[in-house]
């Protein structure tokens, strides 16, 4: 039963509703590109919660609500009072009583939680510091797309294990029957706690969760090579120390000409920084000579294995899927 459930974090679902989310993804995108209508919120207002910055996930939510017939409405950091001059479940209150389901990006996964907990409507993770559960359903439906299956492949995530890429990597990775290694330098390795949790599920699911700093060894039998940001919203005065930390784990053709699967994929959850082509970019490479932080251009370029732009686009049809299973009243099998 998935009506009026929220997303928080992947462990909300069990494997087989995740897999099931994967799989509806794909189908509304085939209804998208056959131009094939699904209005299945019709009539319903969203409220879309930004206390961060997005390009993906606020395109997403809001071209995905206008396809299922619903209206969606934008409230950015300065908009909202959240948790500053009204409480979370104060504020929670009262955007369940006006809105049929609510989306939030921010920092803390304590306020996702206290706005499902509070205004009575499904609510949607859009990324915390915690975990980033609507990335995951856009990311393993792009691999099920490439590869026709999840269960026995490999992924390898280089960089920042700590983040919330990170650990919703790991975790649904697990769950999923996918293989995870995260290449990270020991400062940088995912918290003890995230990795029992994938234990848990890669024991049930028969797959291996493994934590190395030997990032060339561990990108040898990948099927899916992943990065993201070396500093996260939020850490931008770190990136000094992360540029020291990281800078062996960027991922550059060096690198990918380890992998022995020559149909391995590249993956990035975007923004990426491959050029000096932005702000922080640029000062990066003023201040300490790097051009390329977690990808190389090249690499970010390869259009034989780099998947970035299919994933990003496939954050629309994964969030619809979402939204869709979540309040639309569908009739869904027990799954
Ligand atoms: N991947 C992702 O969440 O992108 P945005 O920050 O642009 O939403």
New binding site residues.
């Given amino acids: 039963m998935f009506q009026g459930r929220s997303l928080l974090k992947e462990v909300d679902f069990t494997p087989a509703e995740l897999e099931y989310l994967i799989d509806f993804s794909i189908h509304l995108k085939d209804l998208k590109k056959r131009n094939i209508p699904h209005e299945y919120l019709k009539g319903q207002n969203i409220c879309l919660l930004f206390e961060k910055s ?5 395109s997403a939510f809001t071209v995905a609500c206008n396809d299922l017939g619903a209206y969606p409405e934008f409230m950015g950091a300065g908009d909202i009072q959240l948790g500053k001059k009204e409480s979370v479940e104060d504020s929670a209150k009262v955007f369940g009583s006006m809105f049929d389901g609510i989306e939030f990006r921010g920092f803390s996964q304590e306020h996702v939680e206290a706005l499902a907990k509070y205004s009575g409507v499904p609510v949607w993770n859009g ?1 915390t510091d915690a975990w ?1 559960p609507t ?1 995951m359903i856009a990311d393993f439906m792009t691999i099920k797309e490439e590869f026709g299956k999840l269960k026995g492949l490999k992924l390898v995530y280089c960089g920042d294990g700590r983040n919330n890429m990170a650990n919703s990597l790991v975790v649904t990775g697990s769950m999923l029957g996918v293989s995870v290694t995260i290449a990270s330098p020991e400062e940088l390795f995912p918290e003890q706690s995230v990795i029992d949790y994938a234990e848990k599920f890669a024991k049930e699911s028969g797959s291996t969760v493994t934590v190395t700093s030997d990032i060339k060894s561990a990108v040898k039998d990948a099927d899916i090579l992943y990065t993201d940001v070396w500093v996260s919203m939020g850490e931008e005065d770190k990136f000094e120390e992360r540029i020291k930390l990281l800078k062996p784990y960027q991922i550059n053709k060096e690198l990918t000409d380890l992998i022995e699967n020559e149909n391995y994929i590249f993956l990035h ?3 990426a920084f491959h050029d000096t082509e932005t702000k922080y970019g640029a000062e990066m490479a003023e201040r300490f000579g790097v051009k390329e932080m977690e990808v190389t251009d090249e690499v970010f370029r390869d259009e034989k294995h780099a998947r970035q732009f299919e994933e990003a686009e496939n954050r629309m049809h994964s969030i619809k899927a979402i939204m869709a299973a979540t309040n639309g009243n569908l009739f869904i099998p027990r799954v």
């Fill in positions: 997005s390009t993906r996930t606020r990324l980033h990335q959850c975007l923004p």
